[in-house]
């Protein structure tokens, strides 16, 4: 990856259409971190959006769970990337029940491959409110128990 995992962090959030992927830098006036962050991200989107998944293959090996799945499937799914304040983040979203699975076992073993430098919950729950707000101002502080995070 092109930014610093120890200035970083990763959110796999499962929804139910799909799941939010973020990376943030801890330091939101990091600004070369959090332009290395939206480069990556921005070309994560791109490569994914066409059905290239060998980024995260590459780095996870080839039977990375959900990934075959994902690929053969990608025309039912909607991956859309934005800037947020200090980070970036992917959200995919699709109707087939089947991509949601995939997409979550691949968030699963993302998670664990990333060991502490990735988490399964909004950034919002592993960081103070007044964290949160300085990362996404304007934003409301996110609330998992609705199952429609993000806010």
Same mark, same amino acid.
């Given at each position: 990856m092109p930014f610093d995992l120890d200035?970083?962090?990763h959110s796999f959030v499962k929804t139910n259409e799909g799941g939010v992927q973020t990376? $943030? *830098?801890?330091?939101?006036a990091d600004t070369e971190q959090v332009e290395l962050v939206r480069q990556h991200l921005?070309?994560?989107?791109s490569e994914f959006a066409a059905g290239r998944f060998d980024d995260p293959t590459s780095i996870h090996g080839s039977n990375m769970p959900g990934v075959a799945q994902l690929a053969a499937g990608v025309q039912r799914l909607n991956i859309t990337y934005r800037d947020v304040d200090g980070d970036g983040e992917i959200t995919?979203?699709?109707y087939d029940g089947s991509l949601v699975g995939a997409l979550h076992d691949w968030f699963d073993a993302? $998670? *664990?491959d990333h060991g502490s430098d990735a988490v399964s919950e909004p950034f919002g729950h592993t960081m103070t409110e007044e964290m949160w707000r300085q990362h996404h101002p304007g934003r409301p502080y996110p609330s998992t128990t609705d199952g429609n995070w993000p806010p």
């Open positions: 200035k970083t962090k990376v $943030v *830098s801890l330091d939101p921005t070309e994560i989107r995919y979203r699709t993302q $998670v *664990s």
